[in-house]
C-alpha cells in the first residue's frame, strides 16, 4: 500500500536537501570536514534517492586531499564557464540586463527580511539553496524553479566531466518539477549556443566569475 506524503513532509525534506547541497558547493576551506560531517547526519532524514545521491559526492569528497579539493573546485567552478554556479549566467550572459537578473535574487532576499550576500553574488547558487533552506522556502524554491534550466546545464556539464559535484547538484534537480518539453528544448539551445550576449552598438561587460580563490570565503 503506498503511504500518501504530505505537503509539509515534502517540503521539509526539501528543506534537507537544500542546506546539505548547500554545504557541499561551499568552498573547501577548513571547515570542509565539518561541513562532509553535517551533511552525513542531514542524509539520515532523506529518503534513499537523494540520500544516495548526496552521499555520493560526500564519499568523493572524503577521498580527495584538501588541498586538491581546493584546487579542483577552482577549476571546477571558478575557471569553467560551463560550470559556474551564477545561475543569472545563464539567462542574460554578459550583458547589462544581467544586473536586473540578480537584482530580483536581492528583492526576493529583502522581501523575506534578510540582507543580500555582502560577500557573494545573489544568484550564487549555494547562496540561493542557503536561502531556500533556512529563510524562506516558497520564495527560495521559486527562485530555484524559475532558474532550473541553468541548474540542469550545470548538473550535465558537471557530469560530462565525471565531476564529484553533479551527484548534490541532481539531488537539487529532484526537489524541482519534471522539467517541461519547452525548458528541456531551452536547455538543449542553450547548451549548444551559449548564454546570450550583449546586443550590437553595446560594449560586452566581462563575465562575472570570481578570482582564482587562495583562501576560504
Same mark, same amino acid.
Not at 11 to 26: D, I, K, N
Not at 49 to 72: E, F, N, S, W
Given at each position: 500500500?503506498?503511504?500518501?506524503?504530505?505537503?509539509?513532509?515534502?517540503?521539509?525534506?526539501?528543506?534537507?536537501?537544500?542546506?546539505?547541497?548547500?554545504?557541499?558547493?561551499?568552498?573547501?576551506?577548513?571547515?570542509?570536514?565539518?561541513?562532509?560531517?553535517?551533511?552525513?547526519?542531514?542524509?539520515?532524514?532523506?529518503?534513499?534517492?537523494?540520500?544516495?545521491?548526496?552521499?555520493?559526492?560526500?564519499?568523493?569528497?572524503?577521498?580527495?586531499?584538501?588541498?586538491?579539493?581546493?584546487?579542483?573546485?577552482?577549476?571546477?567552478?571558478?575557471?569553467?564557464?560551463?560550470?559556474?554556479?551564477?545561475?543569472?549566467?545563464?539567462?542574460?550572459?554578459?550583458?547589462?540586463?544581467?544586473?536586473?537578473?540578480?537584482?530580483?535574487?536581492?528583492?526576493?532576499?529583502?522581501?523575506?527580511?534578510?540582507?543580500?550576500?555582502?560577500?557573494?553574488?545573489? %544568484?550564487?547558487?549555494?547562496?540561493?539553496?542557503?536561502?531556500?533552506?533556512?529563510?524562506?522556502?516558497?520564495?527560495?524554491?521559486?527562485?530555484?524553479?524559475?532558474?532550473?534550466?541553468?541548474? %540542469?546545464?550545470?548538473?550535465?556539464?558537471?557530469?560530462?566531466?565525471?565531476?564529484?559535484?553533479?551527484?548534490?547538484?541532481?539531488?537539487?534537480?529532484?526537489?524541482?518539477?519534471?522539467?517541461? %518539453?519547452?525548458?528541456?528544448?531551452?536547455?538543449?539551445?542553450?547548451?549548444?549556443?551559449?548564454?546570450?550576449?550583449?546586443?550590437?552598438?553595446?560594449?560586452?561587460?566581462?563575465?562575472?566569475?570570481?578570482?582564482?580563490?587562495?583562501?576560504?570565503?
Amino acid at each position: 500500500m503506498k503511504v500518501r506524503r504530505s505537503r509539509r513532509q515534502d517540503v521539509l525534506e526539501h528543506r534537507v536537501v537544500w542546506q546539505a547541497a548547500a554545504l557541499l558547493l561551499a568552498y573547501p576551506d577548513h571547515q570542509h570536514a565539518e561541513r562532509l560531517a553535517t551533511v552525513t547526519e542531514l542524509m539520515g532524514h532523506l529518503p534513499s534517492k537523494p540520500a544516495q545521491l548526496l552521499g555520493t559526492t560526500v564519499a568523493a569528497l572524503r577521498t580527495i586531499d584538501p588541498m586538491q579539493a581546493q584546487v579542483d573546485y577552482v577549476d571546477t567552478f571558478d575557471m569553467r564557464r560551463r560550470t559556474t554556479m551564477y545561475l543569472t549566467y545563464w539567462t542574460a550572459g554578459d550583458t547589462r540586463n544581467r544586473g536586473n537578473h540578480m537584482l530580483a535574487f536581492a528583492h526576493a532576499y529583502r522581501e523575506a527580511g534578510v540582507d543580500p550576500p555582502q560577500r557573494e553574488a545573489p %544568484d550564487y547558487l549555494p547562496v540561493v539553496l542557503e536561502f531556500a533552506a533556512t529563510v524562506n522556502p516558497a520564495a527560495g524554491r521559486r527562485l530555484l524553479i524559475e532558474h532550473r534550466t541553468p541548474i %540542469d546545464l550545470l548538473r550535465d556539464a558537471l557530469q560530462q566531466s565525471a565531476s564529484p559535484y553533479a551527484h548534490a547538484v541532481a539531488a537539487v534537480c529532484e526537489t524541482l518539477p519534471a522539467r517541461t %518539453d519547452q525548458e528541456i528544448q531551452r536547455a538543449q539551445q542553450l547548451a549548444a549556443s551559449g548564454p546570450p550576449t550583449e546586443s550590437v552598438g553595446l560594449q560586452p561587460f566581462t563575465l562575472t566569475v570570481p578570482p582564482r580563490r587562495t583562501q576560504g570565503v
